[in-house]
């Protein structure tokens, strides 16, 4: 079993930041992809920003491209969300994900979630 467990979520203003962590426990990672994903309400599911574990190969929403950044810690298996220039449209719960292999863009292709963190940016 997989627990993935984020951090790091609050209410900012707008223009402010927030670094996310998610920390990985009961596998070892070095296979896995980790995806950090946003869900707003009545919206569906996207992801925000994904990275491999191998090679650190990185993809983001065009959106957040410039703002977010995504790393991570192997030593530590914590995958991290720095967002910078927070916009109210970046409202939502993040959430963590692991998948087996390469980073993917489709919710359905993560086999481990967290429970959710959630963002929210005043105006």
């Known amino acids: 079993q997989v627990q993935l467990v984020e951090s790091g979520g609050g209410l900012v203003q707008a223009g402010g930041s927030l670094r996310l962590s998610c920390v990985a426990s009961g596998r070892t990672f070095s296979t896995y992809a980790m995806g950090w994903f946003r869900q707003a309400p009545g919206k569906e599911r996207e992801i925000v920003a994904g990275?491999?574990?191998?090679?650190?190969?990185?993809l983001y929403l065009d959106s957040v491209k410039g703002r977010f950044t995504i790393s991570r810690d192997n030593a530590k298996n914590t995958v991290y969300l720095q967002m910078n220039s927070l916009k109210p449209e970046d409202t939502a719960v993040y959430y963590c994900?692991?998948?087996?292999?390469?980073?993917?863009?489709?919710?359905?292709?993560?086999?481990?979630w967290g429970q959710g963190t959630q963002v929210t940016v005043s105006t």
């Open positions: 994900a692991a998948t087996s292999g390469i980073i993917k863009r489709t919710p359905t292709a993560y086999d481990y």
């Open positions: 990275i491999n574990w191998i090679g650190g190969s990185t």
